[in-house]
């Protein structure tokens, strides 16, 4: 099993910044790619913004050029640094991990960001 605790979400106004922090425990060595998802009211889950432990990303065509995802492979955390927030960027965000390809195969509790206008 691997664990994940998300922290960094939080009220911010448009236009404004947050970093999210995601650290894996438990069988870490199973990971393949950590990232985020995201499910905001009424919509279905969405992936954010992903990445492998070789460095490979994948990303939303919304988020692009405006959110960066990387990861400490050896803190074993994933990091999402959010910039030029919009009100449409409100939603629950979920740490994911992949120990089959990309997964999503584990889900962290979420953290919830509002963007204020």
């Known amino acids: 099993q691997v664990q994940l605790v998300e922290s960094g979400g939080g009220l911010v106004q448009a236009g404004g910044s947050l970093r999210l922090s995601c650290a894996a425990s438990?069988?870490?060595?199973?990971?393949?790619?950590m990232g985020w998802y995201r499910q905001a009211p009424g919509k279905q889950r969405e992936l954010v913004a992903a990445a492998t432990n070789g460095g490979n990303t994948r990303s939303a065509d919304s988020v692009k050029g405006r959110f960066t995802i990387a990861r400490d492979n050896a803190k074993n955390t994933v990091y999402l640094q959010m910039n030029s927030l919009k009100p449409e960027d409100t939603a629950v965000y979920y740490c994911v991990a992949g120990v089959t390809g990309w997964g999503p195969n584990y889900w962290g509790q979420g953290t919830q960001v509002t963007v204020s206008s």
């Open positions: 438990g069988r870490i060595f199973s990971i393949y790619a």
